[in-house]
């Protein structure tokens, strides 16, 4: 059955099927209507799902990946990737902050090598590729690129494997601290690009990207604006580590709430929707017309 019938069985919290998702008014003028009402059947949303956007606002960035459900599940034919890819960059970043916060006098990240090339890595790619295909723009974009960044991080890092700090004299030399601390700052741009788009959205979601966005800015000037003994700034380097440790959290509290549904919670984890959101109009809608 075609998701514009049942809109409520195939919406989260933020508005009906009607608003849908960037690139579904194309994909709707490719296929015959037939070929349309079918992929809205299998798929319910995303960019197969009929959608006529002359008649409705565009669906705030992209599907699922806005974590915290509030649908019925038993009729699902695709699960949601994103509390898995939130959880394998939550992790990820836990340990990594937690070193670049001093630790335990932890002074080396390497041990986040293992963790960035098979969890905040690999994990997180493949939970990427899978929004990809249940039709989630953003949730693809932002978790593989993510994933992409562990990948790239644990690369840099592997002892003798590539050679990359070896041939920028070695780290800890200026050279080195130069290019890590240009290769964070391009992570800051990528990540204030996502952050703009997580302003429809909710509390819980946006801040998870605002602390991420904080915590590669710190490290970028961290490693730019070494001390005077021309290492990376100790305590820009640990508030940069602060300001992880408070994504980590905000990605695993996201992450549950995507993964508490009514087939194994007793309870939904509060997301806080914005007053301009699609949500937060229609609460308020129906407030004033009960």
């Not at 006098?105 to 790619?125: K, M, R, T, W």
């Not at 644990?154 to 290019?179: C, H, K, M, Q, R």
């Not at 009514?262 to 009960?290: D, G, Q």
Request: charged share 15%.
């Amino acid at each position: 059955m075609a998701a514009a019938e049942h809109p409520q069985a195939l919406e989260k919290d933020f508005g009906s099927n009607s608003e849908g998702i960037n690139g579904a008014h194309d994909t709707h003028h490719n296929m015959s209507a037939e070929d349309t009402a079918r992929a809205a059947a299998r798929f319910g949303y995303g960019p197969l799902a009929h959608v006529n956007t002359a008649e409705a606002q565009l669906r705030p960035f992209g599907g699922e990946f806005q974590p915290g459900l509030y649908k019925s599940v038993e009729h699902r034919k695709f699960g949601n990737p994103a509390p898995l890819g939130l959880s394998a960059f939550a992790l990820t970043t836990f340990v990594l902050s937690l070193i670049n916060m001093g630790t335990r006098d932890i002074s080396e990240p390497n041990i986040v090598v293992a963790l960035a090339f098979g969890y905040g890595g690999l994990v997180q790619l493949l939970a990427g590729m899978w929004e990809m295909a249940v039709g989630n723009t953003f949730g693809a974009t932002a978790l593989s690129s993510y994933g992409g960044f562990w990948l790239a991080f644990a690369i840099v890092l592997t002892p003798g494997g590539f050679e990359i700090a070896d041939a920028l004299g070695g780290a800890g030399t200026p050279e080195f601290d130069n290019s890590f601390g240009l290769f964070l700052f391009g992570w800051f741009i990528f990540t204030t690009i996502l952050l703009f788009c997580t302003l429809r959205s909710t509390v819980a979601f946006f801040l998870l990207f605002f602390f991420l966005d904080l915590t590669f800015l710190l490290l970028g000037i961290g490693y730019l604006h070494r001390n005077a003994e021309g290492k990376p700034n100790p305590p820009v380097i640990k508030a940069g580590g602060f300001f992880g440790l408070l994504a980590a959290f905000a990605a695993w509290y996201n992450a549950l709430a995507g993964i508490a549904d009514n087939s194994n919670s007793f309870f939904i984890l509060p997301v806080a929707h914005f007053p301009w959101s699609p949500t937060a109009r229609s609460r308020k809608t129906e407030r004033e017309t009960a």
